[in-house]
């Protein structure tokens, strides 16, 4: 069974569609990047799964279930923005956790903070911008989920940085559950991939597969793939 | 929605006992400068002879008895902005995007927020009366005749503790429980409207729904009044005052619901995180 299924996902902001009629199934065990230019709809869409949007219309199931407190349970959520409660400190954000999420592994929080150097006395307001998005992801990454929805993870981080993200979401995800990364860095993802999608404006699919496959059958990167399809003027 | 609870208690707590312990320090202070002229311990010095001193400690103690009356002013309109503050950040910022990610339902969200104004309304309203006693009893020098400020004290609540005082309390705590439901209202409605300066849209529709709503009762009110048949000014007593406060719970309540209603819808269907 698909873990997140997308069916005739349409969302309209005032007149204007972002996303039209989407339909998408992903299935657990893989690692997806949603790829696509600014502005295609991507953070939307990742947005209606989480719950933080409502569609205009269509449905979206995460494991079977339509959006509910029952499928947060079952998704950790990354968003491109630090969302961290500036006065918390570090160990207060690890309580919270596991307060909240019953698939929280405190264990795996305290090694992962503990391989950064970072002070769980340490109050969230005197870390760097840097520091609070590892520590967010840190969190998500914490936990047992079935869907991860990991938005920009590498924007605005340095290619260091960068390398340390991929590793841990590569390192510690739960191999039964589904990634999905969204990006327009494709260069910088996509070893991590197993499929992709190349999101078009409107939120409509404009090429999908095997990350692999397609590397093999077209002799080309998904880097350049993604040049080519996405050429300035052809949409 | 006791988790959620928890966190909104702690977080209002790690600010308002701050505000709090400047309240009462400023309260004692402000007591003994009021106070009767043997607590002052300068009295016998050869400075508090001097003209100049005087002077000087005659501005101190008007000061500090100013202070306090601004410390509590100060500690109630903190508390508020902490609890309005709590609201806006925890739903509406960035914050927003953990608050509604969590595996819980919107109304445990808003029953939470709801509850904790609730109680650090109610928590506010006691240590601000209870500082504004403690300034009171240093300044009359009544600490040492404790008894009778307890007497004195029963004899005041002794007079509230009937049918028409309770109903009074009755009224009071629906007016409170309708305007937090007011502000959260003003604020989830302006923070969906607005893509930016969300708290200054908010404050506008505060004020739209307060003037909207006092038109409203005006008319209502003087349609009331004129009409002899319903109001006979001379008739008026203790039966007519509880009648009163029966109307107006139940329009607060009304109102309460309807607020609590709107502001869930709003967060359920219309969540506009930038």
């Known amino acids: 069974m698909a873990i997140l299924e997308c069916k005739s996902l349409t969302k309209v902001y005032s007149v204007k569609p972002v996303i039209n009629g989407l339909n998408l199934s992903l299935q657990a065990g893989k690692i997806y990047g949603l790829l696509g230019p600014n502005g295609c709809g991507k953070t939307t869409l990742i947005k209606m799964i989480a719950g933080l949007l409502k569609p205009s219309s269509g449905q979206i199931l995460v494991d079977g279930k339509p959006i509910s407190p029952e499928t947060k349970k079952i998704v950790a959520y990354l968003p491109e923005r630090t969302y961290l409660t500036a006065g918390m400190r570090v160990k207060d954000l690890i309580a919270f956790f596991e307060d909240f999420y019953d698939d929280f592994d405190e264990n795996i929080a305290h090694e992962m903070l503990a391989n950064l150097k970072i002070d769980e006395n340490s109050s969230l307001s005197i870390l760097s911008k840097g520091n609070k998005e590892k520590v967010q992801l840190i969190m998500v990454m914490s936990r047992r989920a079935k869907l991860y929805l990991l938005d920009e993870p590498i924007a605005g981080v340095d290619p260091a940085g960068r390398d340390y993200i991929l590793q841990t979401i590569i390192g510690n995800y739960n191999p039964e559950a589904c990634v999905l990364i969204t990006t327009h860095l494709i260069h910088d993802v996509e070893s991590a991939l197993d499929e992709f999608i190349f999101m078009d404006f409107g939120g409509k699919v404009l090429r999908c597969g095997n990350a692999d496959e397609v590397r093999l059958a077209t002799g080309k990167s998904l880097d350049e793939l993604f040049r080519e399809d996405y050429k300035w003027g052809s949409f | ?274």
């Open chain 2, 1 to 274: 929605m006791g988790k959620l609870l928890k966190y909104d208690f702690k977080y209002v707590l790690k600010y308002w006992w701050v505000a709090l312990a400047v309240l009462f320090v400023s309260a004692v202070i402000g007591g003994i400068s009021e106070g009767k002229e043997e607590l002052y311990w300068l009295q016998d010095a050869d400075l508090y002879s001097s003209l100049e001193a005087n002077e000087i400690l005659s501005e101190l103690r008007s000061l500090s008895v100013v202070f306090f009356y601004l410390a509590l002013i100060g500690f109630i309109s903190f508390s508020v902005i902490i609890i309005i503050m709590r609201y806006y950040k925890n739903l509406y910022t960035d914050e927003g995007y953990l608050t509604f990610t969590l595996p819980v339902k919107e109304n445990d969200i808003l029953l939470s927020k709801f509850f904790n104004a609730l109680i650090w309304a109610v928590f506010t309203g006691i240590a601000a009366f209870l500082c504004f006693m403690v300034e009171r009893l240093i300044y009359n020098g009544i600490i040492s005749d404790i008894d009778g400020f307890w007497d004195s004290f029963s004899l005041f609540f002794g007079e509230f503790l009937n049918v028409h005082g309770l109903l009074a309390a009755l009224t009071v705590f629906s007016q409170l429980c309708f305007n937090i439901i007011l502000v959260y209202v003003a604020i989830t409605v302006g923070s969906i409207i607005a893509t930016k300066h969300k708290l200054w849209a908010s404050v506008g529709v505060y004020f739209a729904t307060n003037i909207v709503l006092t038109i409203v009762f005006t008319i209502l009110f003087n349609v009331v009044t004129f009409n002899e048949a319903i109001w006979s000014p001379e008739s008026f007593g203790l039966e007519s005052l509880d009648t009163l406060l029966i109307v107006c719970f139940v329009i607060d309540a009304v109102l309460f619901v309807g607020g609590y209603i709107l502001n869930l819808r709003f967060m359920k269907k219309r969540l506009n995180l930038a």
